[in-house]
């Protein structure tokens, strides 16, 4: 595994799998809300959170330096990285580099402790909501440029569930994921690093 200079981590993939089953794991150095996660220290407080916490419904990717999951929950689908050496069972901090993306990161923890912590993700932030659609328009630009169907990244986004509940062709879903992956063509035809990098405004 290592990571190239596009921005996403080259795991081995199944070429034949679904989009929702072979998502697009970015590096934490270009995507803010990939929330690092390693055992918490000795001496600070319990954490209510443990690996086994998470969500059943999840991707998981293991490398060298840990694993890589994306996680489904109330909040939305979220990047986690849980660094090397992390037992199951153990107590889980977060770790925020000190960088031009620190806001950032430290909004996407907020959001995960919200979410499996106390168990909804509760009103939501119009900033959160923001950098969510831009994140969602990437998947969906990565999805399709590796070959999804509409439907197929739709399920990545909404959930299989909601996608199965209406006929495809006429659904609402197919028109705003058709949306969806048209801001991912005009966001990598237009500096996206830098979208990724900075705070949403209020």
Do not use: C
């Amino acid at each position: 595994m290592s990571a190239p200079a596009s921005g996403g981590y080259d795991f081995l993939a199944d070429p034949d799998a679904r989009a929702d089953q072979s998502p697009a794991f970015w590096r934490p150095n270009e995507l803010a809300s990939v929330v690092i996660l390693a055992a918490a220290p000795a001496g600070a407080s319990q954490s209510a959170l443990t690996l086994a916490d998470l969500p059943a419904e999840m991707v998981r990717r293991d490398a060298e330096d840990g694993a890589h999951l994306m996680v489904r929950s109330e909040a939305g689908l979220q990047q986690l990285w849980v660094t090397a050496g992390t037992d199951a069972g153990a107590s889980l901090a977060a770790i925020i580099p000190l960088d031009a993306m620190t806001a950032a990161r430290a909004d996407a923890v907020v959001r995960l402790w919200e979410a499996q912590a106390r168990g909804s993700s509760g009103p939501r932030r119009s900033r959160s909501r923001r950098l969510e659609r831009l994140i969602a328009a990437l998947q969906a630009l990565d999805a399709r440029l590796d070959g999804a169907s509409y439907r197929a990244i739709a399920e990545v986004i909404f959930g299989p569930r909601r996608v199965a509940d209406e006929a495809w062709k006429t659904s609402s879903l197919r028109d705003a994921v058709i949306r969806i992956a048209r801001t991912g063509v005009a966001l990598m035809r237009g500096g996206y690093r830098k979208l990724l990098k900075s705070k949403p405004p209020e």
